[in-house]
């Protein structure tokens, strides 16, 4: 029985909690939360866990296995580090951590005291993404083409980071989850709409060798909440709708062939469209997943899906943006 | 009554001849159609009209009034040009042309000559357009602050111009329309799936001094079809959705505001959610009212909506993008 | 080449001579509308075409094989009478006639005289239900259980027949051209909101021996327009989406497997809900194979797809349909 | 403070529960729940409720103001019945009773000891349904003509009652909270695609007086999920869509007027189609207003929204369904 310490019980630490009191191998004994005021909600709950205020006890504590840290951003890099030097498996909430540096640091500390390091990339373990997945890996999409995800909504504006930083984690790890290039350059732009100059709507392409593009639109001012992504390939494409209850993915049959007149210097296309398909996904708690693997790759020793490298990767591509964001969406080298 | 020469009988030419010809003040008496297998076709609807082969005809008949030039961009300047110094009112289709330079030399001549210039920029005569223009102007949606606009389907590829120059006029010409600044600036990405180099799928970024962005998401290789613009202002924010057949613009009496914080150095964020509501629409012919503007706009000497500084401006946002799709996105001033 | 009289060029005429002027084997030569101002119209877009007022002339014309008949319902009964006793074959607008004796009569007239008598059911012919027909002839739905139509929008109310009359003639000749059984009887309710009691909204139940039912909502005053209805299997079940643009059938790998549990006189029921398909639709004009089907039974003696009897059954019904509504809904024999 | 008592802590217990406990005026005491299995589940999140096997024990409680019964609808009438006759004010689930004669009888009991009795119409006290009743009774609609409802899904199978008597007392009940006229007949017909005879499609229509008809579509074998309304009034028309997460009722500023030609003996009709209007929709918990609702009428002595009368009218028109299946359809007066 792996026993896990979870630091921060805030807007997540209750599902993470939830989720891992219902696994078989592993289960939360302690909860390290500043607010004391909560300590007694949690008690309430889960009367069998240990709450704690400080996450130094929690840390140290050698009856903890694992860690799972879902505080701000800003935290995790130092948190996690202490957690990993004092040998324990970390889980961390995404974002990773606020700059590669500190990621690549915690990857390398992990590495070397052979540390399961992962990131709670969540939506890797929906039934959508797990479909996705399956669809790609089986080339049935064939070739693949472009990736163009739009998350807006009204939402909540953060006090520390933009938008990019808020809403693409999630599609950035799904893209890199289900495409095996990595992006070599990023193109960002955006705006702030309140006088702290952090953008609430932003706009990213990630640049592949491949002849392969992703494109990315976040906002946090939209009147109308709309979380889909665009996957072409050059046999199908599908569109994912994170909206729909259940038909959350639609498979087309549907493409183009072109071929080069070469007489003419001039392109023929022939289009195709084809039935639409619309699998059964797993209805399974993608959080209920997150647990599970954590768990499953400590006992067996084994990478997650949601592993430090993932999670690395998506911190370059947001590091990346800030960057070209403020060099006035200049490509900028990942 | 304005006597009226159309120039190109190809895809759009018989829409413009079918609206033109329900017009009280105007007609066209002459078609210029190089394919002569056109001819007969042309005859046999329009018994009344002069059908020849050769432009140059047309531009020199003395019983012509106007020319409605509906060839391909790469035409529109030597035809326009020719049509000017003749004397002769100019409506071309979109994009104007395929240059700022040829675009201002046009705009040139038509002012040393007092003669009208218009750009058929059919989507500004459309009832939804009107009605957003109305909104905007009577300042129910506040001050505004972005426009966010897809167009993507699976569409033909265009072997000589890119996504951009083919879909964005439209979109282009909407937003320049509705909002009274101008962007100094564009950053532009995209891809081309096929061998010729000209990209299919393309995204692009007008940046303006007073805190608007507007953003362009065009496609050919997509498989669903979208037309839809999202509009925020500071009071409300619409939602202008193309294919719907009646629908076509939502206004939500939604958005928030922000005061900082100073002690704290943050951000509070009030949303607000409220009602929707749905306009009814003019159902008229969009073509119809381009037709009734250029007519009227000769004989009353007036300025048309799509006048010839709105098809400059498309045209001037269209070569920026390009430059700056060469520049790897880097930004390109208007 | 079959030789074919079109008898009213009202609203649906034009849309008959259009599809009959591109078949191969035969073409309409004659056209009888007793509106004079029409003839100029009809002249100028068919100059080949023998225009006349008077219907008589038309079916006397011993020129002419065969006889499309697109006049107003009270008239179907005589002129198709007249023009089987002239031995011509005849196609017959929906529905067929005003009473179910008149069918028959024009049913006995036609087989004695080895005439082909065919009634406009435009629907059998469409992409959709000729995928419905091949679901459901494959067993793929398994038993068929239920069939329930809506057709509503804000529609032209008609002076003389209730919207029974007006709608359901599609979703009947649809419900018998898949289903093979017949209903033994109907019950029908309604409402007119106007002064001559002719009903704009009616409900009504077609009941069956086999487990099966039917049923329809048709209404005039409806805010919305839905063309819609589900027809559920053992196996599998479908949605029919008429106004979906291409879309237009799901099929839902969804059902229930029940079995009784004898001991507690209990029910026992699982439930399964599984993937969706959209299958691809020939997208060819309906009307062109209504055309087409005619003319090839007149040249192969065969019996068309809409033919007489899947005529008179639909009128069987909606005869009885105004009984059962006269007579408050009580079960009407057919 | 009102104490209440609960009998059944099964599928919506926990959630009357759970509103109550957030009530000013009143709460839960005391819970009987035969299944003692469940004592410790309610204890659990509840420590301050006493808990019982027993309903005669709660009822004849002397500290316990009201009962609230969440059994199954055959148990209604003797429990309320029983708690009725010790003074208890009562709080039942829909539908009332199983009988109207077992409603009656309620309804005298309690107005002869003054007591409130109310019925559970939870949809009442739903945002949506009180913006319709603020739209009628402000007559915006204008006259009202029809009530269309359809609530269908692939529905859990009912051992013991049909699927009028488990969805249809939704529908019933916003019907006659809207509309002040009360039906004089039904007319049912359904399906039973099991063997014990028990209809798991149902169609019905309320037939009225004043030129209204109320129609309802039920079953538990469709493979979506549909939650609408039509309310058609002589000034405008809406919809109402439950499944909506916030745009559940739009308002169609639609209509028609007809007038007679009597010289023609025919009807003329204008057709009017213009904005539509969604309007927001306050978000409070239905089930909050319920416990509200019950509360405040037996601190103020006042009638509930949902009151038994209405509750009778409910079981009139159900058990008048179900003779009218029985009798094929026909006319049943209510």
Same mark, same amino acid.
């Given at each position: 029985?792996?026993?896990?310490?979870?630091?921060?019980?805030?807007?997540?630490?209750?599902?993470?909690?939830?989720?891992?009191?219902?696994? #078989?191998?592993?289960?939360?004994?302690?909860?390290?939360?500043?607010?004391?005021?909560?300590?007694?909600?949690?008690?309430?709950?889960?009367?069998?866990? %240990?709450?704690?205020?400080?996450?130094?006890? /929690?840390?140290?504590?050698?009856?903890?296995?694992?860690?799972?840290?879902? =505080?701000?951003?800003?935290?995790?890099? #130092?948190?996690?580090?202490?957690?990993?030097?004092?040998? *324990?498996?970390?889980?961390?909430?995404?974002?990773?951590?606020?700059?590669?540096?500190?990621?690549?640091?915690?990857?390398?500390?992990?590495?070397?005291?052979?540390?399961?390091?992962?990131?709670?990339? =969540?939506?890797?373990? %929906?039934?959508?993404?797990?479909?996705?997945?399956?669809?790609?890996?089986?080339?049935?999409?064939?070739?693949?083409?472009?990736?163009?995800?739009?998350?807006?909504?009204?939402?909540?504006?953060?006090?520390?980071?933009?938008?990019?930083?808020?809403?693409?984690?999630?599609?950035?790890?799904?893209?890199?989850?289900?495409?095996?290039?990595?992006?070599?350059?990023?193109?960002?732009?955006?705006?702030?709409?309140?006088?702290?100059?952090?953008?609430?709507?932003?706009?990213?392409?990630?640049?592949?060798?491949?002849?392969?593009?992703?494109?990315?639109?976040?906002?946090? =001012?939209?009147?109308?909440?709309?979380?889909?992504?665009?996957?072409?390939?050059?046999?199908?494409?599908?569109?994912?709708?994170?909206?729909?209850?259940?038909? *959350?993915?639609?498979?087309?049959?549907?493409?183009?062939?072109?071929?080069?007149?070469?007489?003419?210097?001039?392109?023929?296309?022939?289009?195709?469209?084809?039935?639409?398909?619309?699998?059964?996904?797993?209805?399974?708690?993608?959080?209920?997943?997150?647990?599970?693997?954590?768990?499953?790759?400590?006992?067996? =020793?084994?990478?997650?899906?949601?592993?430090?490298?993932?999670?690395?990767?998506?911190? *370059?591509?947001?590091?990346?943006?800030?960057?070209?964001?403020?060099?006035?969406?200049?490509?900028? /080298?990942?």
């Amino acid at each position: 029985m792996v026993k896990i310490g979870l630091i921060g019980f805030g807007y997540w630490g209750p599902n993470l909690v939830r989720n891992f009191s219902i696994q #078989k191998e592993g289960k939360v004994t302690v909860i390290a939360e500043a607010r004391e005021e909560r300590h007694l909600q949690i008690s309430k709950i889960y009367p069998e866990i %240990t709450v704690c205020s400080n996450s130094d006890d /929690l840390i140290n504590n050698s009856n903890i296995d694992a860690v799972v840290i879902a =505080t701000p951003v800003f935290s995790h890099y #130092k948190l996690a580090k202490q957690a990993l030097l004092a040998g *324990k498996h970390v889980l961390l909430e995404k974002p990773m951590t606020s700059s590669v540096d500190e990621s690549k640091e915690l990857i390398d500390i992990a590495k070397s005291k052979n540390l399961i390091l992962m990131v709670d990339h =969540t939506f890797l373990y %929906t039934g959508a993404v797990q479909k996705m997945k399956e669809l790609i890996s089986s080339e049935q999409l064939g070739k693949l083409q472009y990736f163009d995800s739009s998350r807006i909504n009204l939402g909540l504006f953060q006090p520390d980071v933009n938008v990019l930083w808020d809403l693409a984690p999630h599609d950035i790890s799904i893209l890199n989850f289900l495409v095996s290039n990595t992006p070599h350059s990023v193109n960002a732009t955006g705006i702030s709409h309140t006088n702290n100059g952090i953008e609430n709507v932003a706009y990213m392409t990630l640049n592949y060798q491949d002849n392969f593009i992703a494109h990315f639109n976040c906002s946090w =001012t939209s009147p109308v909440k709309v979380r889909s992504t665009l996957i072409g390939g050059d046999k199908k494409m599908l569109v994912y709708n994170d909206l729909e209850p259940s038909e *959350k993915i639609r498979i087309y049959d549907t493409g183009y062939n072109h071929s080069s007149d070469e007489e003419k210097n001039k392109i023929m296309v022939d289009y195709r469209t084809g039935d639409v398909f619309i699998p059964k996904l797993s209805t399974q708690e993608a959080l209920f997943g997150v647990a599970f693997d954590f768990i499953d790759c400590i006992i067996n =020793t084994k990478e997650p899906l949601a592993n430090a490298e993932l999670g690395l990767e998506v911190v *370059k591509v947001l590091e990346a943006s800030q960057k070209s964001i403020k060099n006035k969406g200049a490509e900028t /080298l990942i």
